[in-house]
């Protein structure tokens, strides 16, 4: 059961958010849908919501239409969510990991989903999405990269707060590709990369300059000298220990960048592949991509707990607005018991 100060909070998101709803009735239905997600246990559909928020069949035709008749615009919802998350907490770092959608149903035929996620000390939130289709013809020849800046770009665009570290914690990416891909590029980034990565040492003072073109598993294996423990907390009270080594390396694209290792065995070779634009200490970029984590964990239970994967119709569109809708229930979820 949520505080007072939990429902306060809650009706000033509302009000912000849905602000941009041409209609009352929009609006309500909004604030309808979002409750409902937050009460209806097990899968959410518009039936088993307008059940669990005291409706009959007509409220689940107008939950219905809503979501996938409606022509209302999900993108200043999401930029509105997004500014109220800002004014409230203080932004660390964007997330942007994929989601799997359902193998069953009418989902909409993708070879990835993802989300952007606002991460703050006390916050993990979503909150923007995109579908890479392949074969949209609205679309025509958008690559996996371009898809992630875009969503990216939404989000970031979307807050007043001064630039914030994205970190790209998706593993079918061409990493080095995404952090060369303008605007991307210009935007603090570190991205998860494959041990096969091709780079160049960039360090004459360290062994394997001059060596051409080398894999980030090679790359690294020259340097486990350089190797220094680094404590960092996932949640628990006792701090966990990894060792970690940044090196200067260059893309193929021939973009300066920082190759980042984790190792949590010296004996093995690293677990954690990371690149960035970033001159950050290795403690530092390290600890960064301990936000995705934090995502991970927390989006096993905001899935369950606000339907992001139970979207079942066939409609893009209706896609993006439930996805939008339930992304207000997860900022609602994550309110603070006592406003701090």
Not at 47 to 58: E, F, L, M, V
Not at 177 to 194: D, F, G, N, V
Not at 255 to 282: C, I, Q, S, Y
Not at 308 to 317: H, I, K, Q, V
Request: glycine share 4%.
């Amino acid at each position: 059961m949520r505080t007072l100060v939990q429902e306060d909070a809650a009706r000033d998101m509302y009000a912000t958010v849905f602000a941009s709803l041409p209609r009352r009735d929009q609006r309500q239905r909004a604030e309808e849908y979002v409750q409902g997600l937050l009460k209806t246990p097990g899968r959410k559909s518009f039936r088993s919501i307008a059940q669990h928020t005291g409706g009959d069949s007509a409220a689940e035709q107008r939950l219905h239409h809503l979501v996938t008749g409606s022509t209302w615009d999900w993108h200043p919802v999401r930029a509105a969510l997004i500014e109220w998350l800002a004014a409230t907490n203080p932004l660390s770092a964007w997330v942007v990991q994929p989601m799997p959608l359902p193998r069953t149903g009418g989902a909409p035929n993708s070879r990835q989903s993802f989300g952007v996620w606002f991460v703050a000390p006390k916050v993990v939130t979503p909150v923007a999405w995109r579908l890479h289709l392949p074969d949209d013809d609205t679309v025509p020849d958008e690559t996996y990269e371009d898809a992630i800046t875009a969503a990216v770009l939404e989000a970031t665009r979307s807050t007043p707060t001064p630039q914030r570290p994205v970190v790209l914690d998706v593993r079918d990416v061409d990493t080095p590709t995404a952090l060369t891909h303008l605007p991307l590029a210009e935007l603090p980034t570190i991205a998860r990369t494959q041990p096969a990565t091709p780079l160049r040492m960039a360090d004459p003072a360290l062994p394997g300059y001059g060596a051409g073109t080398r894999s980030a598993r090679e790359t690294l294996a020259a340097v486990t000298a350089l190797r220094r423990p680094v404590e960092w907390h996932d949640g628990t009270p006792a701090p966990s220990v990894s060792l970690a080594a940044a090196v200067p390396v260059t893309t193929p694209a021939r973009r300066p960048a920082l190759l980042l290792g984790e190792w949590t065995d010296p004996r093995k070779p690293p677990a954690h592949f990371w690149v960035t634009n970033m001159r950050l200490p290795a403690p530092v970029l390290l600890r960064l991509t301990k936000h995705t984590d934090r995502v991970t964990r927390t989006a096993v239970t905001r899935a369950r707990q606000t339907g992001l994967r139970d979207f079942a119709g066939r409609s893009l569109t209706g896609w993006h607005r439930h996805l939008t809708l339930a992304s207000v229930a997860c900022a609602v979820a994550a309110l603070p018991p006592s406003g701090t």
